[in-house]
Structure formats: C-alpha cells, structure tokens
C-alpha cells in the first residue's frame, strides 16, 4: 500500500517512483542527484525517504515532454516487474479489483493507476485494452493463450448475429464468445481447462454486462461438464497438436457421431465435440488446422461428415491469423438437420489465402466454389478450399505494363534515398570514442524498449543514432553467441559519446539507410510478383517477346522455325 504523510497525502517509496516511471530503482537515484527540481522527500527517514504522489507524477510528466510511455504501458510494465511471467494472475487481481469482486488483491500503487485509467475510458474498456496485450505479448511468445484479434473478427464476420445459446468447449479467455453477436437474451456456455484462462472469462463477462455465463473447468474431451446442453451456435479454436487427448478411455463416447478419432486427429475428436452439442437446426463453426482437412487417418470422418449434409462450408483463411502460429486456418461451418430432408446437397468452399489477413473477408466471386457432395466423397475426401477454387485469370499485359511503370518510378525514388557519404577518419576512428554501455542508459531511463526496439527518453539522445549503432559490427558481435546464435539482449551494447548534433547528423543517415532498405524489400517483392507475371504470360500466351507482330498466330511461328 501507499504510506501516509503528515497530511495523509499519498506518498511513495523510490521502488514505488521506479515501477510508476518503468524505469529501475538507480534511475530514481540517478534523477535525484542530477535534476535540482527533483521533489524533495515528504517524509520517511534518509535511508527510505517517501515522496508526495501527486509532485512526483507532476515532474515525471513535465520531464517526458509526451515522448514518455502512456500511462497504460506504465501500468503494464509495473504488472510485469510485479507478477513476473504470470500476467495471467495479474490481470485477474486488476480484473478482480475492477469488478469489485475483492479487495487489496493489488497494491496500492497499482490499484491507483488502475483506478486512474478506469476513470478516463470505464472499467470494462480498460480491462479489455490489458487483455489485448496480453494476447499479443503471449502470440510474440508463441503461446495460445487466446484467439487473436484478426481470427475472432473471421468467426464475427461468418457466424453473423446469433440468438439462443452459444457455446465453446475450449473458451480461452473468453475471446469468441464474446465476440460472437447475440441479442439481449444470448445465454454463453464454455470450459477452459486452464484455470487462469477460465478467471479472465469469467471476470470479462461480468464485467461486458452480458447475462451470467456457465463457464466450467476441466477438459472437455475427457471430461465433458456440459453433457446435456445443446447450443444454436457453438464456435471453437481448439489447442493444436493434442497427441494424447485421451483416445483409448473415449474410445466407445456418445459424441463420436461420425466415427471414432484416430489417436493423430484431435481436431476431429473436437469436431465432434462440437457437433454433438449443436442443437437441431444449430451451426458450428471451428478453426482448424489445414491437415485436418486431407490427412488419411481422418478421411472416413470427414466422408462421414459429407454424407450426412451436414458441412455446409469450409473457407481457407490467410496466414497469420492466428495467435501462437503463422500458418494457415481452415474454418469449417458444419449445420446439424434440424428434420430430415434439410441435408445440404453442396459444400461451399472458400478460398481468401490470397488476402491480405487485415483485409475484406467477403470472398470475391472467384474466390468461390459450391461443390456437389459426389465431387467430395472421393478415396481421400480431400477438403481443402483450394482444390475446388479456381482463381480468376489475371489481365497479364495490363498487370504487367503497371508493374513496370511503378518499378521504374521506385528505382528512381530509390537512389535518391541512398545518402551521399563523403570519407571519414579512417576505419576504427569512431571505436576510439568514449563508448557509453547500453546498460547504463536503461539503468539511468535515458532509453526504454518499444515493442522490442529501444527508444530515447531524453533530448540529448538522439533515437535514430542509437538505432544505427546498435547494427555496427561489433554490437552484433557481442549479442552473437560463440554457436552464432543472436541474443536479443542489447544491454551490453555500446554506443560512442557524441554531441546531439553530430548524433542527429548520424540519425539523419541511418534514418536514410532503413527506408532504404524497407524499400529495397518492397522493390524486391515487387519484382518478383512482375518476374512470375511475365514467365507465366509469355509461357501462356498471354504476353510475347518485344518485336513479335501481332498478326502471327501460332501457326506461323511454327513454320518460321521449321524453315
């Protein structure tokens, strides 16, 4: 908790100071020596001296001048140098507080800021806002803590509004269920079997307003809590690569509808989880891997899923919508017949791999194929999106012309962005500088990381100059392991001692050289989409070598090279 002063004013400590600031405790030590406006101790003794709150939070804005973090990113680093690697535990004590579920699960320093940005945006926002970190910190992780942002704008996007109840047998946090839109009267059922993910779920819906949800603990494939519910929507991301998922005790289970799951096709065995309690006339809608779609073990489940009309359609998904993993999703949207005759007589395959993963989800009309049940049921019963779209021929000379004329206009662009160098003092000239360790400025909170990138807090440190020296040769080498492994640790890095206008100078061409190489990358994409364009049309027809008249048919080149 925050002390007290002689006026009970809320004071802090210096580790206080350090965890508001996101800096550490020797920064705090080093501001109060080198800045004379630094506010004095309120009280407390010399060797643990506390500071008035409200002067200390007046100075460290002043100081920032706006290139200071957000007061958000404040909390969030504070968070983190708190609860370490369980910001699951932490965002369930801010989600707990915010709910006014319990009291004094934070400290008071935290629970301040928190408060602080709950005035300014609501509670639910705020904790909303935290939760979208987390997913993104634990995606840069590689964890599956919860679905990322661009697959629950997919699962929004295909299910549509919903009433009635919806269901999700491995609910995460509680990302697509509440997603998903419903009326006023949607009731939301699921299980996690991560009892942290379940907390988040649970703190989440009561703090969106939605009516009270019956979350459960436990897996549900070996321990299924909702064995009676049937849902009018039931959506699923499900954990990838089970390979024990509990086969040989389920092997005889109610749910296995189509078939029972080979010991390799988990994704099947929560197929069917689905399925089995989706309500007559009711859709699911589950993400899946791409080899869930084709893998023999699995091809009489499916042929089984087919012949009864019930998948209605599977869409291909572009890369990188997922949170842990960069490969592609299939969604499968599978209807249970509500009364016999309801069956459906196509499948409707969608292919948006070529999409931009941010861009539209409503597929263009060649993008599309609705496909006959007997075209399916083949010996693989192959599912993939792709064997059945055929994409739209493109204009090859339009294209091409296009891209040509950008190409030429780049180049141009592009050598005026290589800035002029004239001679230095020699090689090894700027390594006889007084070096600065990269250490001692974060200690000092002279610099701060930026989503993994280190950024200057101060006017005399000029960002672009850290930026480029951080790439020279000997930096590169002390974060290179003996194995040639790359540390992303930079703290023992060092960088010369230069005035902030000779920095600016070297910032300026650094600042140069890095869009030149952005460019330089989009150039090179660019050209390899016009290389591809230009084999493929003049291999086809579509385009012919400069010179060709336009009046010879094949026929004639034909007859030319005979003679």
Known sequence: MEEEGPASAPVVTAAQIARLAGVTRAAVANWRRRHDDFPSPAGGTAAGPLFSLAEIETWLAGQRKGRGPSQEVTLWQSLRATYSDDMTAALVDVGSHLARKATGVLRADLQQSVDQLAAER????????????FIASAGRSGAQAASSPRLI?????FTGPTEGLIYDPACGAGSLLLAVAGGEATRRAGQELNTGLLRLAR????LSGALPADLE??????????????????VCEPPLGQNDWGREELLLDARWELGAPPRAESDLAWLQQCYFHTAPGGRTLIALAPSAAYRKSGRRIRAE??????LTAVTALPSGMATSHNLPILLWELRRPASPGEEVQTVRMIDLTANDPDGPLEPLPDQVADVPLIDLIREDVDLSPSLYVTPAQP???TEYTALRITLEHQL????????????????????????????DLLRAGLVRTEEGRLASTSDQLDTDYLQGFLRSAGNIRRNTSATGTHRADLRGAQLPQMGIEQQRRYGAAFRNLGEFERRLKELAKMGDQATRLAYDGLTNGALAPAGTPHDVTPQDATREGAE
Do not use: C, K, M, N
């Not at 609501?122 to 970190?133: C, G, N, S, V």
């Not at 899923?305 to 019930?310: C, D, E, I, K, M």
């Open 305 to 310: 899923l087919v012949r009864r009309g019930a």
């Open 203 to 206: 703190l989440r819906t009561q």
């Open 122 to 133: 609501t509670a639910p926002q705020l904790f909303e806002d935290l939760i979208a970190r």
């Open 217 to 234: 603990a436990g897996d549900s494939l070996r321990d299924d809590r909702h064995p009676d519910l049937r849902a009018q929507l039931v």
């Open 395 to 397: 204009d090859y000379p």
């Open 412 to 439: 141009r662009e592009l050598a005026e962005l290589l800035p002029p160098l004239p001679p230095g003092l020699g090689v090894g000239s700027v390594d006889e500088i007084t070096p600065v360790g990269v250490g």
């Open 153 to 157: 704008r997919a699962f929004t996007h």
